[in-house]
């Protein structure tokens, strides 16, 4: 076999959905690093929003119910029971009670026990003594009443109206359980969890440590002794690295780097599928000249969304609007129905001249041109998209600066709409409507930058959120997206495809194709030395 050939690219997608379970004869020992990306702002899942945080932490903690992690893609059916046994709704899908594991122990020896459940659920929707610096999943659970005890060993989640997403969110990696004992301060600094790794340190910008947890409460797992995220955040960097045996795994790749590791590392294996984090427009409604829903159509017309996949994905990626489109996703708009959309059809220079008569109706032209910025968070995944919407905004009389800001600042300056125009990733957790809709799009939404609100826009969030039929969820899912798009709400660029190189040694990696943020446990991967 040619060292190409070794390099398994699995563009495939129905190759990918088909994976099995992880491979035999495992074997333990030995510590795993990673080239990591970038240095969060802390190490509490609950308070981040970046895979940053989730790669490294998700092996910390154990969830109540995850998403089956050598199953590729996400759906209903492949969610397992984890620090819950088992689980039962009402026949009103309005209570759902779970019996929890006997004998699991958090990483300080204390026993975990519903009250830590209750403790969890209470820091999100913000009714316990603690509070949570930053909570940008507490729009997930809106519809939750409360959470009650039964004994020591159950729980009931009761809802105040069916949803038939709540199981979804449990099962995200960023649903962890934590302990009530510890606050949510120490939390962001040393994470206590129950699960396969204890956390060790964190040296911004230099190194995240895990440790094998050898009381974890699955027999035999962990098979690693630790895993190392080597924080390098420069890509070529990163890249030499991996090249140099210096990591043994290196996710985000790009499809133009593919060929450098193609080149330096022939035994490699990397493995690509599409990413369900949209690359997308923010645009700050309340700034003025942004303020002018004629001025967002313009930047929504201007925008060529094959040329930032063909540039950044050589083409592999895929577009989409709110939610990831299909054969991956299970939720977004089929492409024939896509291109029907505002801002979607394949002429561009027909949408640039409409853009530019706007523009002029405006005042604007080739000698009156708006100067702006583009505030995009400073790693390449952001920046580098950011310089191509920049070079399209020229199109139609707008002259914008790139301004890079630290991840550490990126998320505190959205929330405070400190920013006129952005480049930005929207980390859909799940594939499901609910915490897409939720977080991003609905009136006051923690994590809805643009002060987007339309009132009907919510009604028919709600209404998708109580429809059990799955096709009729998914048709007021299709409404919601053309809404979405013909007022500007979001622009979406495109879903990218991300590739992971690891080396041949390391065994059992499946990568989820509809969500990078929910297969990071793990607790059997191994390394064949």
């Given amino acids: 076999m040619t060292p190409r050939r070794r390099l398994l690219l699995a563009v495939a997608i129905l190759a990918a959905l088909g994976s099995g379970g992880p491979a035999s004869a495992e074997k333990q020992g030995g510590i795993l690093h990673v080239g990591h990306f970038d240095s969060p702002a802390s190490m509490s899942p609950l308070e981040e929003s970046t895979v940053a945080v989730n790669r490294p932490m998700t092996g910390v903690f154990n969830n109540l119910v995850m998403y089956d992690q050598h199953i590729a893609q996400n759906r209903p ?39 830590d459940v209750v403790c969890t659920w209470e820091l999100l929707t913000g009714q316990g003594k603690d509070r949570l610096r930053i909570n940008p999943r507490k729009g997930w659970y809106a519809n939750l009443d409360k959470v009650t005890v039964n004994g020591d060993y159950e729980v009931t989640f009761h ?10 969110l449990l099962a995200s990696g960023w649903s962890p359980v934590y302990p009530c004992h510890v606050t949510a301060q120490q939390m962001r600094v040393h994470p206590i969890g129950t699960g396969p790794f204890k956390f060790v340190e964190f040296r911004p910008n230099e190194v995240i440590r895990v440790t094998r947890n050898p009381d974890y409460w699955k027999p035999g797992l962990p098979h690693l002794d630790g895993i190392e995220w080597d924080i390098i955040k420069n890509m070529s960097t990163r890249t030499l690295s991996f090249i140099a045996g210096q990591t043994q795994m290196l996710p985000g790749v790009t499809p133009p780097v593919l060929k450098q590791i ?34 967002r159509r313009a930047v929504m017309l201007t925008l060529d969304r094959q040329a930032f996949n063909d540039i950044l994905y050589e083409g592999k990626g895929t577009i989409g609007e709110a939610m990831m489109p299909p054969p991956a996703g299970l939720w977004g708009m089929p492409r024939d129905m896509l291109e029907k ?9 027909q949408r640039r001249a409409e853009a530019r008569k706007i523009m002029e109706k405006l005042g604007y032209g080739p000698d009156h041109r708006l100067a702006t910025k583009v505030s995009a968070r400073d790693v390449s995944y952001y920046r580098d998209p950011a310089v191509i919407l920049i ?39 799940v ?16 994590r809805n930058y643009t002060s987007y609100c339309d009132p009907e826009v919510d009604k028919l969030v709600d209404r998708q959120s109580v429809e059990p039929d799955v096709n009729k969820r998914r048709q007021l899912v299709w409404q919601i997206e053309q809404k979405l ?15 992971t190189c690891r ?23 191994w390394l064949d030395n």
């Fill in 485 to 499: 798009a013909e007022d500007a709400a979001r622009p979406i660029l495109f879903y990218p495809f991300g590739l």
């Fill in 159 to 168: 809802l105040k109206r069916p949803q038939a997403a709540f199981l979804a």
């Fill in 341 to 349: 959309l505002p801002g979607y059809g394949r002429d561009v220079e």
């Fill in 431 to 446: 594939d499901d409507p609910d915490p897409q809709f939720y977080e991003n799009y609905v009136c006051g939404g923690v």
């Fill in 77 to 115: 059916d492949t969610i397992v029971p984890d620090l819950a046994a088992s689980w039962s709704w009402n026949e009103e899908g309005t209570e759902l009670t779970m019996p929890l594991r006997h004998g699991v122990k958090w990483h300080d020896g204390q026993p975990f026990t519903a009250r």
């Fill in 262 to 295: 193609v080149e330096g590392a022939p035994n490699a294996v990397c493995e690509g599928v599409p990413a369900n984090v949209s690359r997308n427009v923010l645009i700050n409604r309340a700034a003025a000249p942004f303020d002018n829903a004629e001025l």
């Fill in 391 to 429: 070079d399209q905004l020229k199109q139609i009389y707008i002259d914008a600066e790139l301004e890079p800001i630290d991840t550490t600042q990126w998320y505190p300056t959205l929330m405070r709409k400190a920013y006129t125009l952005g480049l930005n990733i929207t980390e859909a957790e």
């Fill in 503 to 525: 080396s041949a040694q390391l065994k059992g990696l499946t990568l989820h194709v509809n969500s990078i943020y929910n297969g990071n446990r793990f607790e059997d991967l």
